[in-house]
């Protein structure tokens, strides 16, 4: 996953470490389901660089034997945190889903 779309999209939100600020009605701002879109694409991405990785080592035609199992453990990393990522949504809906109003 592209760790540089991710903080450019967490910078955009206008998060300082000391304080948030109130940006409710940002017309620069991405919306939750493009962001939601990148990410997933990346995730995709890395995914099909994972599998090409794996193909070329398994035929034999890998030239760089390093670079192949780490373009393999980062489709693993960024598919474990989609996952997480995953699981706490879902979490956090049933929270809310339990709330009492």
Not at 41 to 58: F, S
Not at 65 to 92: D, P
């Amino acid at each position: 996953m592209n760790t540089t779309s991710i903080t450019d999209a967490i910078n955009s939100l206008g998060l300082t470490n000391n304080s948030v600020s109130s940006k409710v009605s940002n017309t620069n701002s991405k919306s939750f389901q493009s962001m939601l879109n990148e990410a997933l694409t990346d995730v995709n991405d890395q995914q099909l660089k994972g599998y090409d990785a794996m193909e070329q080592i398994a035929t034999g035609k890998v030239t760089n034997l390093q670079e192949a199992v780490q373009r393999m453990e980062e489709a693993e990393l960024s598919m474990k945190l989609a996952l997480e990522v995953k699981n706490k949504a879902i979490n956090a809906y049933r929270e809310v889903m339990k709330m009492q109003v």
